[in-house]
């Protein structure tokens, strides 16, 4: 098979093979990785648990309703009179009769039955049937006013649901700094794997032309081996480059939800575009937009607020209720089996008077307010300069990038007058061969200038909070 036809089977399969693959920009891996990351739908998770959590608190300002019903079997009934009553020296009178009354003989036996009777109807008449008790009973708490810890307790949920809110952007910052590391890596590990392929092909062209001049006698086979020991390295170099490309690819996929072996051609037309303009760094906006700077802010609100709750744990409490209670047997109407029931309306106030924990623990919220904001003045200290270093950066990965082009440019006139030379006999093949090694190193060179800027980029704005 010729040269000819094969290219022509490569051509004819080359869009078999591309149909097969997955084109991805940076926009597209981003998007699949926020939809497909499990920390992401956490996060959603615990922002609707802080929303119910708010709200709940919110409708702690209004009137709580309850029902509560109960029923008890009790064994025995209550007796308001002992079945049994002891008379002293003149006997003992029962439920059931007169027992025992000795200094009565027949003269009083008429009168013994009689007090007999009636004790025996009262004792009967004063027991009260206990043994099935229904109670029911529905009410309604209202606060009236408890020391502000409605309030402060509402602002606390709020505050921890804006919290969440930051905590979920900053895990969405760190997933997409880290899926744009993955990406310009395997764009860098991409772009290196074709210079080694280049580089290869340069030394086996000039393999085959250095042992056609060992074959005319105007080289040496010492040159051979030179060339073939550089073109073993090349070989080397492309295999790893090669694997490398494969592993970089893998650890993008897991990031943005594919299969590891998922074959994926990533879009690498931004890489020479990467210049950013030299303007100056806002301060005062990169320090609110940083999500450290946000968190900082809530806690120092929730600490504020831990102040206000531990101050009125010693306020005053007034809280009113209104029931409405029914019960069988009834208490209204003399214990009678039936279900009967009474409204009662009611308010009552705590007064705090000696609580030493309660003013112990609100000196330690403040102090744990103030520990936060020092906290918040360290932060702020430390974005400023994050900020204004990684700006220094960009512009100084600006000028390798600019700096790295030239040197190609360089690099390619001196392969250029190096090919003429080894060509017309005034060079050695050892000298093309260092010209082509100067031509790799500074094309390599500037695809580590080009990634490096983008990394500067990517670091200038997680910086300056300009990340999403």
């Known amino acids: ?48 648990a802080a929303k119910y959590v708010r709200q709940g608190a919110f409708a702690r300002f209004f009137p709580q309703f309850s029902a509560n019903g109960a029923y008890m079997y009790n064994t025995e009934n209550a007796h308001l009179i002992p079945k049994t009553l002891d008379l002293g020296s003149l006997g003992t009178i029962s439920g059931s009769g007169l027992g025992n009354w000795e200094p009565i003989t027949t003269i009083g036996q008429g009168i ?37 810890k409605l309030i402060q307790f509402y602002r606390l949920t709020k505050y921890a649901e804006q919290l969440q809110k930051v905590k979920a952007g900053k895990n969405r910052g760190d997933l997409i700094v880290g899926v744009e590391e993955a990406y310009w890596r395997v764009i860098s590990v991409n772009e290196k794997r074709k210079l080694a392929e280049q580089y290869y ?22 040159d051979v081996l030179k060339v073939r020991v550089k073109l073993n390295e090349a070989e080397t170099s492309r295999s790893k480059a090669t694997d490398g490309l494969k592993l970089s690819k893998m650890a993008l996929c897991q990031l943005i939800g594919l299969p590891l072996e998922e074959d994926i051609v990533l879009d690498d037309s931004g890489l020479d575009n990467v210049v950013l303009e030299n303007d100056s760094v806002d301060i ?26 531990a101050g009125s744990m010693l306020q005053p409490n007034i809280i009113a209720s209104a029931n409405y ?30 609580h030493a924990g309660d003013i112990l623990n609100y000196k330690a919220a403040k102090h744990k307010a103030k520990t936060i904001e020092l906290k918040m003045q360290e932060a702020r200290e430390k974005i400023e300069l994050q900020a204004t270093q990684s700006k220094h950066k960009v512009v100084e990965a600006n000028l390798d990038l600019i700096r790295a082009n030239n040197n ?51 670091t200038y704005k997680q910086h300056t909070g300009q990340l999403q």
């Open 325 to 354: 209670i029914a019960t069988n047997p009834n208490l209204i109407d003399g214990f009678k089996n039936d279900m009967r029931g009474f409204f009662s309306v009611g308010v009552v106030v705590n007064v705090p008077i000696a």
């Open 1 to 48: 098979m010729n040269s000819k036809s094969f290219g022509l089977i490569i051509a004819l399969c080359l869009p078999i093979m591309v149909w097969g693959q997955r084109k991805l920009t940076l926009n597209d891996c981003r998007g699949m990785a926020l939809q497909d990351n499990t920390q992401q739908r956490i996060d959603q998770e615990n922002a609707e």
């Open 408 to 458: 190609i440019k360089h690099a390619d006139e001196n392969l250029r007058y190096a090919k003429e030379g080894y060509e017309e006999g005034v060079i050695t093949a050892t000298e093309l061969m260092a010209a082509q090694t100067a031509w790799m190193s500074a094309r390599s060179q500037k695809i580590d200038a080009a990634i490096a800027l983008r990394m500067a980029e990517l």
């Open 201 to 222: 092909n340069l030394l086996n062209t000039l393999l085959t032309d250095v042992e056609s001049a060992v074959a005319e006698g105007v080289a040496t086979k010492a």
């Open 112 to 148: 013994n039955e009689g007090i007999g009777s009636i004790y025996q109807d009262l004792y009967r008449r004063l027991t009260l049937d206990f043994q099935h008790v229904f109670v029911a009973q529905v009410g309604v708490v209202q606060p009236i006013y408890v020391g502000g």
């Open 284 to 309: 005062d906006q990169a320090v609110a937009r940083r999500e450290e700077m946000q968190m900082l802010e809530a806690a120092h609100k929730m600490a504020r607020v831990g102040v206000h709750l």
